[in-house]
């Protein structure tokens, strides 16, 4: 198993950028394919982009494309979200997910492992 702590959210002005991090517990965390999914007020919960074990591959939703990249540190079992030209409807709560299996999933079901999400606010 592995639990996941998200860290970095805040209050940042439209056209500005933050940096969310996933720290993940447990010793097999190449192992996870991880995943950073969120929330708005009244909205179904959304796929914002994952990366695979090794970190050489990213997806990204088309909401985000060129704005938001994933990476990851293995060595310190931590992912990342970087978003820049950020906008208001990126407001939401943003979860980290993870799955033990490399297989390519964009539907939040098939991630086992959520962090307890924190807030991004963009005010225009």
């Keep these: 198993q592995v639990q996941l702590v ?4 805040g209050l940042v002005q439209a056209g500005g950028s ?15 394919a991880m ?3 969120r929330q708005a007020p009244g909205k179904e ?3 914002v982009g994952r990366i ?14 060129g704005r938001f990249t ?4 293995n060595a310190k079992n931590t992912v990342y979200l970087q978003m820049d030209s950020l906008k208001p409807e990126d407001t939401a709560v943003y979860y980290c997910a ?13 991630y086992a492992y959520w962090g307890q999400g924190t807030q991004v606010t963009v005010s225009s």
């Design 18 to 32: 933050l940096r969310l991090s996933c720290a993940a517990s447990g010793r097999t965390f190449s192992s996870y």
């Design 52 to 65: 695979s074990w090794s970190g050489g591959a990213a997806y990204y939703a088309d909401s985000v494309k």
């Design 98 to 110: 993870a799955r033990n299996t490399d297989v390519f999933a964009t539907r939040d079901r098939a």
């Design 6 to 9: 998200e860290s970095g959210g």
């Design 35 to 37: 995943a950073w999914f």
């Design 70 to 73: 994933i990476s990851r540190d």
């Design 45 to 47: 919960r959304e796929f």
